[in-house]
């Protein structure tokens, strides 16, 4: 099996398994903005984001909501949710190192899951109205966003 092209990250492994019931939404969730990264496509995205180092990427927060980021200043250390709206939703066991070493989906923090949903801790750079400046995101353009919260203690950039 060869993984080319852009859907081939969510491509089934030899062993991995999917359910075969269908995907119900059970809950509303309004997307508050979009993110807007370096990366065309998950295999593109690195692992894990690097708020020290990683390329800058910018939220662009939905216009009306810009009075939501009072309070927050550049050196703030931020969780983003977001929703990874590529992923597949339907696997039970991956094997995400293509070795056929299997392990149910909820031991992994891969971005295949149910309900894909995904958290990075990063580091606010600038504001500037609605739109963000951060780095430490490992997501690809375009990338629905759920919600924004600051760090315990880092809410004004200045830890406590």
Avoid at 111 to 135: F, T, W
């Amino acid at each position: 099996m060869t993984l080319d092209g852009p859907k081939a990250w969510s491509a089934l492994r030899p062993g991995e398994t999917t359910t075969d019931r269908p995907i119900s939404a059970d809950a509303t969730v309004q997307f508050i903005g979009t993110i807007g990264a370096p990366w065309a496509s998950a295999q593109d995205c690195p692992k894990q984001g690097d708020a020290a180092g990683g390329p800058i990427c910018f939220i662009e927060l939905v216009p009306h909501l810009a009075p939501t980021l009072s309070g927050l200043r550049p050196g703030a250390r931020l969780q983003l949710l977001y929703w990874l709206h590529l992923a597949r939703r339907d696997l039970l066991l991956q094997s995400p190192r293509s070795d056929g070493n299997l392990r149910g989906t909820f031991a992994l923090r891969s971005p295949l899951r149910p309900n894909p949903i995904a958290s990075s801790l990063v580091r606010l750079i600038d504001i500037d109205g609605p739109v963000l400046s951060v780095r430490g995101l490992d997501c690809v353009d375009g990338t629905p966003l759920l919600d924004i919260k600051p760090e315990f203690g880092h809410l004004t950039g200045v830890a406590a």
